[in-house]
């Protein structure tokens, strides 16, 4: 499977990403259905940070569950090409119909703690996502369009607004911030 070898070839850049890369390649190899939510303990998501052509803005979406500015990003559903979902899931979660990859390396690594909560209807137990985050390129004058399911907004915003803009302090710490800096590292 391509993704374990992306996953298991992938550098670490601190303590969080080598013990959820480790937690991630045994969830992997000891479980069977982890491409899919049919597993309810932990399943893989792919998430996207998404920056214009000169890395001036990164695009957010309003998030209706965590109640804040977050990256876009989906759960695999079946689908094992983790870069895929990303793209997928930012399409449709912010209307933008040409977005790329950067490079299509993985850009980070990190195991999701969700609470439990509602979605159409019905509850779902707190669970782990294995995700697995790609930078992306999009046109910054594209029409945005919110996605109801699943957000109230989407907004471009300087890299520094989008720290300040997300109200998930573990986010914009250990995640959103190392981003920023690989899109700084590319440009």
Known sequence: MAIREDIAAYQPCNAQEARDKALILSYIDSHDDVFSRADPVAHFTASAWVTNPDRTKVLMVYHKIYDSWAWCGGHADGERDLLLVAMKECREETGISNVRPIDGKIASLECLTVDGHEKRGEY???????????????????????????????????PEEALNASTEPWFVRRIYSKLNNRLAEIT
């Open 124 to 158: 779902v137990s707190s669970h782990l996502h294995l995700n697995v985050t790609y930078l992306l390129e999009a046109d910054d004058t594209e029409p945005l369009r919110i996605c109801e399911d699943e957000n109230s907004g989407v907004k471009w915003f300087t």
